[in-house]
């Protein structure tokens, strides 16, 4: 008997929690955010509850918002690094810029995370749309959307053909003959582009997934066709189902239409859910969460989304529309058209706006019943709109915990999520197949 497809559950780790207010929440234990250990134990508790994989967040120049909202990074693959070592089966998926990194170091930072966690390597791959970056990195200016990920299309090759550098069987490590590797089977890959000129090989072996897991976070026209064609798992941020199942369409059929079989693309909408034994309950905590928020931090966050300016607009007023350039090169572009759709259907104040807003920029925040949430995510799941969920919770850890008591047993009871883990690595997890190098054989076909 066929088993019944399940859904793939990510926790998005954001420090303190994903409203941008949970570090004022009494709950969040705000003091332990450089604390290793507070991340450990989460993953833990994720792993008991057999979640696919804990994903950091990440980019390369600190919030202009840091004065309202702990929103500073720790680098993501130091701190998997250490989870790992502390965990066996949970996945571990970091984000990395193309735009602000050399793809050999890259390869070599994946590559280690895989080996030392046997195989639970994920790359959130990144062209960083944040334009302060560039001042960081010595460059004259931020290079616009579309020469981002035309670049990243590149880095993205060149440390897939560094990963395929060393074929499987290369390591034989063979004391009675005193050879320690097959060099046929190590490669050079002599790339030469418009961006990198890389000799390689790599300087360490293939990796248990052969390589990392790739996963994606665009959803522009740039940011679908580039998932199309490489990632293996998609986040991605919706406010209704209509717009999640025309995503999950375009995006699978896209893949199709490049040789590739739909299941083996996961998309992965964002979910901060607010969980209460009643509805009333929910809710009230939802605006328990919105009452802390700081209307400075929230119109820094709309301008960044937005391009407008509204510090000394009425919150109380209308949204003023007119201001908006629909044309225009926005930064994240996906996100300002998630923000048009919301004023379409609304009509909000800005106020209503930054509410709505303040829980998951941008992605679906739901309140309601443990009963209520595992009903939205079936119907999304079930109707054409995700393969899982990207869950957000309001805070950490215990909107976390809520999820993994309350919701994933629901989950698992109408059979739609594991109860036990059955494999090791994230392709496990996901089912995806684990790649062959592109040079697998050619040493065995120049000998023939
Ligand atoms: C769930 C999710 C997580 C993301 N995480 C990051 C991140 O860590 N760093 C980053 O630079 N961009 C992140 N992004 C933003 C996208 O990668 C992308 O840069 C942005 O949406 C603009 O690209 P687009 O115009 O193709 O949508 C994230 C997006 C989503 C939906």
Known sequence: MSQRRQLSLNLFVYPGGHHEAAWRYKGTDIARLNDIAYYQDLAKRAEAATIDSLFFADGPVLADNIRYAARYRVEPITWLAAIGAVTSHIGLIATASTTYNEPYNLARLFASLDHLSHGRAGWNIVTTSQAAASQNFGLVEHPVHAERYEKSREFVEVVTKLWDSWEDGAVLADQASGLFADTDRIHAIEHIGK???????????????????????????????????????????????????????????????????????????????????????????????NDLIQPEYSLGQLKRMTGIDLSGYDLDGPFPRHLLDI?????????????VGILDRENPSIRQLINRLAGGRGHFVLAGTPERIADEIQLWFENGAADGFNIMPPWLTGGFDAFAQEVVPLLRKRGLFRTEYSGTTLRDHYGLPRPESRFAGRSLRASA
């Open 195 to 289: 961006h990198f000129k890389v000799k390689g090989p790599l300087n360490a072996p293939r990796t248990p997934q052969g390589r990392p897991v790739y996963v994606q976070a665009g959803s522009s026209e740039d940011g679908r066709s580039f998932a199309a064609q490489y990632a293996e798992a998609i986040f991605t941020a919706h406010q209704t189902l209509g717009s999640a199942q025309a995503f999950y369409a375009d995006i699978k059929s896209r893949a199709v239409a490049l040789g590739r079989r739909p299941e083996h693309i996961k998309v992965l909408p964002g979910l901060s859910p607010f969980i209460g034994s009643t509805e009333a309950e929910a809710k009230a905590l939802e605006e328990e969460f």
């Open 327 to 339: 044309d225009g090169n926005i930064g994240a572009a996906s996100r300002f058209q998630l923000i």
